[in-house]
Structures are given as C-alpha cells and as structure tokens.
C-alpha cells in the first residue's frame, strides 16, 4: 500500500479559559468571560468577539483540517448556523477530562460530500464556546459569558 505524505491539513489548537474584564453589557461591571487563546498568543473574549484582532482560522473540508479546544474548566461548543452535515460529529461538542487533567474536545474532519454546497470563497460561521455547569452537568454556567469568534469553512 502506497503512502501518501499530508502537509496541507492544520489542526487549529485553541486553549479556553476564564478572565475577568468588564461587560459593555451591564454597564462596564466586571464579569466572567470565556477567553480563547490563539497559537500566537492573541487572546479575545466575549459575545463579540469577532471585534477583536486575532488569527482567522480557515478549515478545509478537502484537507480534512480540525480544531481542537482544550481548558482547565469543562465546556461545550456549538455552531448554531452549521449546515446540517457539514461535521461528522454531531453538535454540540461537549468536552472529555483528559489523562493530563484538562478538558479537550476535537471538531473531527469535515463531511467531504459537504464541499459541494460552499462558496469558493468559503462560509463564514460563529462558534460559541461556553463554560459548563460542571465536569458531570454539560449546561451553559449563567456565571461565565461565553465566546462566539467566527471561523471559516472552504471546499
């Protein structure tokens, strides 16, 4: 069997946490936020969080790239304008205590048969990233303001 050596897929690493900053919302008080920390080390947070400067993460279906997400706190992840299909893995992503004690949850590849339905130019879509209850109850934690950055997905 032949072997074929892949150096166009990316696995996006993204590592959540939890940081105090004030919410524009209740009038500048100061509030849990879902942070993400980028590869190069920017960092954004919030519901707004497109606002902020940081990396544009593009995946592609035909190179099967991924994202991968893990935290010291659990969390789940949801892309609620995702085309029905485009993942494997039905959402949301809920993520799994590790042997390393932290938390970590992987998007999976792409559908392939999904390329057909995207622009060339790719579909840009939010991802909402939020602290859980706890390790045991996977709900949305009122105390901490989630994460929406956007990502992109191309043929």
């Known amino acids: 069997m032949a072997s074929k050596r892949i ?3 990316v696995e996006h690493r993204l590592v959540l946490g939890l940081a105090d900053y004030p919410d524009p919302a209740s009038g500048g ?4 936020h879902v942070e993400c ?3 190069n080390g920017q960092k ?3 519901p707004k969080a497109h606002s902020f400067p940081h990396p544009e993460i593009v995946l592609s279906i035909s190179e099967q790239d991924t994202i991968h997400w893990s935290s010291t706190e659990p969390f ?3 892309i609620p304008t995702a085309p029905s299909g485009l993942f494997f ?4 992503w809920v993520s799994k205590r590790g042997k390393d004690g932290l ?5 999976g590849p792409m559908n392939p048969d999904a390329a057909q339905f995207m622009p060339p130019k790719g579909h840009s879509m939010d991802f909402k990233a939020f602290k859980c209850v706890s390790d045991t109850n996977p709900a949305a934690d009122p105390t901490a303001i989630h994460l929406d950055p956007h990502i992109i997905v191309e043929p």
């Open 7 to 9: 150096t166009d897929h």
């Open 103 to 107: 938390h970590h949850v992987n998007s």
């Open 76 to 78: 789940h992840i949801t």
């Open 37 to 39: 920390t980028y590869s």
């Open 89 to 92: 893995r039905p959402l949301p």
């Open 29 to 32: 008080a100061i509030k849990k």
């Open 44 to 46: 954004i947070h919030g």
